[in-house]
């Protein structure tokens, strides 16, 4: 069964909204990302997954930089003292 994209979106997500609860999707193609996140009152809580056999995808560092550009955003807000 082929989704959305016919089945090629690089980023493949899927959002449980405002559930304490994690789960998984899957990349929709060999050199893609699949993200899962939930969305808490004080967090947001994100699953990454990528295959192994990838030569272009890196689940720990598209992580690391997506937690990187929260912090980036939080600064911005937070002296934008809105």
């Known amino acids: 069964m082929v989704t959305g994209g016919n089945g090629n979106f690089i980023l493949s997500t899927s959002c449980n909204g405002y ?5 998984c999707v899957a990349p929709m193609c060999k050199d893609g990302y699949g993200v899962f996140y939930s969305i808490e009152e004080n967090r947001i809580i994100f699953a990454m997954s990528a295959f ?3 030569d272009e995808t890196d689940a720990r560092a ?3 930089n997506i937690v ?3 912090f980036d955003l939080q600064g911005l ?3 934008a003292k809105l």
């Open 77 to 79: 807000l937070l002296s």
């Open 19 to 23: 559930t304490p609860l994690i789960g």
């Open 52 to 54: 192994k056999d990838s």
């Open 68 to 70: 990187h550009a929260l």
């Open 62 to 64: 598209l992580y690391e």
